[in-house]
C-alpha cells in the first residue's frame, strides 16, 4: 500500500475525495453530491450538515482502499458563509459564491472611494459573493450568530473540534489585509462585525489533529487547513511560474497567474488571493461557461454534444452574431451582479447552430477580456487547462484562439493541490511538482486576430446595454 495524503475538495455541487501520493498521483478518488438550494430572490445555499456527509462518506470509502494515510488536506470553493452559536451548530444555511442577496450592499460600496480601496487592499471584488457584503447583509437584516465562517472550516472543526481558517480562503471574502495577512479593520467595520466573531487566522500549512473517527484513518493524524478551491488549482497544475495561466472551465470558469505579491490591475477588473508561502494568484473568474450550452441544449432539445457538432461547422464569428452570454450574471472583468445576456446580430437565416457558436464564442471573448485584465500587471505566455469543456473540440479550438495562447491539457486539481500543500508540512521540502506534460492546443492567428477585433464590440456591447 503507498504512502497518501487525503485530500477533501469541497466543491459547489460535490465534494470529491483523494488518495494523493508524494508524486502528485491520484490513486483513488469518490465524490458524494451535494444539492444547492436557490430561489428566484437570488437564494443559493447548501445544508452544512449535508455537506459534512458527503464529505464523511466519501472520506471513508477512499480510506477503504488500505493506502497507509499520512495526514489529511482540506480545499473548497471559496466565499461561503454560514453562521454558528456558541457550540458550534448552524444557526444559518451555508450562503454560496452564488448567492446574490446581498447585491444592494455591494452595490451601496461599489463606486465608492472605499469601495475601490478596500478592492485594493484586500483583493476581493467588491460583489454579492463577498462574505464582506454578505455579512453586511446579514447585519441589514438583522440575522445574527455567535461566530461566522466558511464551510469549509466548518468541515475542519467537524473534524478535529479546533475553529480557524487559513489565509487562502481568508483572502477571498474581502475581510484580510493582503499586505498583513490581518482582518483589515475597515472592511470589518462595514461589515458590522467584531473580529472576535471570526475564526483564528492561521497558515495554509498549520494542522490540527484529526479527533473524529474514520474509519481507515489513524486517530490524531494532522488535517491540514489547505486552500480556497482557486488557488490551490494552480499549485496542482503546476501553473505557479511566471508566464503560466491556469484555465478551469466547468459550468463557470476562471483564469489565474501565479506572482509573488498581491496586486490587483488599475481598473478594479482582477482578484488576488493568496496560496502559501508568498504566492499570490491574479485573475477573474466568469460566472457562465458550460451552462451556456446546457442552457442551448435545453432551448433546442438538442443534446449538447450533437449541437456543439452542428456548432463546430460555423465559421469562426458565428456568421455575424455577438454575445453576451450573462446567464448567471456576470463576474470577471465587470463584477457586476445583475447583467443580463444578450444576442446582437441575429437575422432571419441564422438557426440554433450560430446562436450556439455565438455563446461558446462569448465565453471564450469573456476568458480573453480577463486575460487582458491580468496582463496589466503580469506576463501570460501559457495556459494549462482543466474542466469538462474541453472535451469538447470546439470549445477547446475557440478558446485556444481567443486567448491566443497555447492551451495545454492539465491533469491536477484543487485536490491534488492541497495534498501538495499537507506534503509540503510533513516533510519540511517541496514535494515531486504535480505537473506532467499533456496535449497541446495552439491556436489560429487569423481567428485569433477576428477575436481580438470582436473583443472591442463585446466591451461597447456591454457598456452599452449596462
Not at 187 to 216: M, N, Q, W, Y
Not at 242 to 266: C, F, K, N, W
Amino acid at each position: 500500500m503507498a504512502d497518501v495524503v487525503l485530500a477533501i475538495d469541497q466543491g459547489t455541487t460535490a465534494t470529491k475525495v483523494s488518495a494523493v501520493d508524494r508524486h502528485a498521483h491520484v490513486l483513488v478518488s469518490a465524490e458524494r453530491s451535494h444539492p444547492v438550494r436557490t430561489t428566484p430572490a437570488g437564494e443559493a445555499t447548501h445544508d452544512p450538515g449535508e455537506v459534512v456527509d458527503a464529505a464523511l462518506d466519501a472520506l471513508r470509502e477512499v480510506a477503504a482502499a488500505g493506502h497507509h494515510v499520512h495526514a489529511l488536506a482540506l480545499t473548497g470553493a471559496m466565499h461561503t458563509l454560514l453562521g454558528v452559536d456558541g457550540a458550534g451548530r448552524p444557526v444559518t444555511p451555508s450562503l454560496s459564491w452564488a448567492d446574490n442577496r446581498a447585491k444592494d450592499q455591494a452595490q451601496a460600496l461599489r463606486d465608492t472611494d472605499l469601495g475601490r480601496r478596500l478592492h485594493r487592499e484586500t483583493g476581493t471584488p467588491v460583489h454579492p459573493f463577498a462574505p464582506l457584503a454578505k455579512l453586511a447583509w446579514a447585519g441589514a437584516n438583522k440575522i445574527t450568530a455567535d461566530r461566522w465562517y466558511g464551510l469549509k472550516d466548518h468541515l475542519f472543526r467537524a473534524l478535529t473540534g479546533e475553529v480557524a481558517t487559513e489565509h487562502s480562503s481568508a483572502s477571498g471574502t474581502g475581510l484580510l489585509e493582503s499586505a498583513t495577512l490581518d482582518w483589515h479593520p475597515d472592511a470589518l467595520d462595514f461589515a458590522g462585525i467584531d473580529p472576535e466573531k471570526l475564526p483564528d487566522l492561521r497558515s495554509p500549512l498549520d494542522s490540527a489533529p484529526l479527533t473524529r473517527h474514520v474509519p481507515g484513518v489513524p486517530r490524531d493524524v494532522p488535517v491540514v487547513l489547505g486552500g480556497g478551491d482557486g488557488p490551490l488549482a494552480n499549485l496542482g497544475v503546476g501553473a505557479t511560474t511566471p508566464g503560466v495561466a491556469a484555465v478551469s472551465l466547468g459550468t463557470s470558469g476562471a483564469l489565474r497567474v501565479a506572482r509573488d505579491a498581491p496586486i490587483v490591475d488599475e481598473r478594479g477588473r482582477t482578484f488576488c488571493y493568496y496560496v502559501a508561502e508568498g504566492l499570490w494568484v491574479v485573475g477573474g473568474a466568469v460566472s457562465n461557461g458550460g451552462i451556456v450550452t446546457q442552457w442551448a441544449a435545453d432551448t433546442f432539445g438538442l443534446p449538447a454534444a450533437d449541437l456543439l457538432a452542428e456548432a463546430a461547422l460555423v465559421p469562426p464569428g458565428a456568421r455575424g452574431i455577438t454575445a453576451l452570454p450573462y446567464l448567471l450574471g456576470e463576474r470577471a472583468p465587470w463584477w457586476t451582479s445583475d447583467a443580463r445576456s444578450a444576442l446582437v446580430g441575429i437575422r432571419h437565416d441564422h438557426g440554433r447552430a450560430e446562436i450556439t457558436r455565438a455563446l461558446v464564442e462569448g465565453v471564450a471573448q469573456q476568458l480573453a477580456l480577463v486575460l487582458d485584465a491580468v496582463r496589466s500587471t503580469a506576463d501570460v505566455r501559457t495556459a494549462r487547462v482543466t474542466g469538462g469543456a474541453f472535451r469538447s473540440p470546439l470549445w477547446t479550438e475557440v478558446l485556444a484562439s481567443a486567448l491566443d495562447l497555447d492551451l495545454e491539457v492539465a491533469t491536477g486539481d484543487s485536490a491534488v493541490g492541497a495534498a501538495l500543500l499537507a506534503w509540503r508540512a510533513l516533510e519540511d521540502r517541496p514535494p515531486t511538482p504535480a505537473h506532467r506534460p499533456g496535449r497541446i492546443f495552439r491556436p489560429d492567428k487569423d481567428i485569433a486576430e477576428l477575436y481580438r477585433r470582436g473583443r472591442q464590440d463585446v466591451e461597447r456591447l456591454y457598456l452599452a446595454l449596462r
